[in-house]
């Protein structure tokens, strides 16, 4: 008598509820949410920036200045393509922390350009001093713009 072969499982099964290859309900933010959730949170980054340079005392070596321009391009460089890059890798998580700590990501990541201004000095020590509010900020406007993003339900999608 021999003993029989074992049983390989089902495998694993989707818990979500949606069978493979059927679309799933996508979260979807228009331009107008897109120019909230990224170009108001930059403008008030380089308004803090271009205010702060004016305060007696804090720009004395002239190291907030070379920042304004430099956040300017990091916002283009990274800014755009990164919440861009987000919001379509999230599309499908409907959960709307999901879509901040994507773009506080993103925004810290605006910190590091500070180095390009030259790694002599203090400059290092100001990769927090733009990282950190950007990212902030750039949370807080995604935040806000929520409430102009939809729901697309699976049954109106045409392609991705």
Do not use: C
């Not at 200045?65 to 430099?70: H, K």
């Amino acid at each position: 008598m021999t003993t029989p072969a074992p049983e390989k499982a089902a495998g694993r099964r989707r818990r979500s509820g949606y069978a493979a290859g059927a679309s799933r309900p996508r979260l979807r933010l228009g331009a107008v949410g897109w120019t909230v959730s990224w170009l108001i949170p930059t403008a008030l980054m380089g308004a803090i920036l271009l205010g702060l340079s004016f305060l007696p005392g804090l720009d004395g070596e002239g190291y907030l200045t070379p920042l304004i321009p430099l956040l300017a391009a990091a916002a283009v460089v990274v800014g755009i393509p990164g919440t861009l890059l987000v919001n379509w890798l999230l599309r499908h998580h409907l959960n709307p922390v999901a879509h901040v700590l994507g773009y506080v990501l993103v925004g810290l990541l605006y910190g590091p350009v500070v180095l390009f201004a030259g790694a002599g000095g203090l400059v290092p020590m100001l990769i927090p001093i733009v990282g950190f509010p950007a990212g902030v900020l750039l949370g807080l406007g995604r935040w806000i713009a929520q409430s102009l993003a939809s729901v697309e339900p699976p049954a109106e999608q045409t392609s991705e």
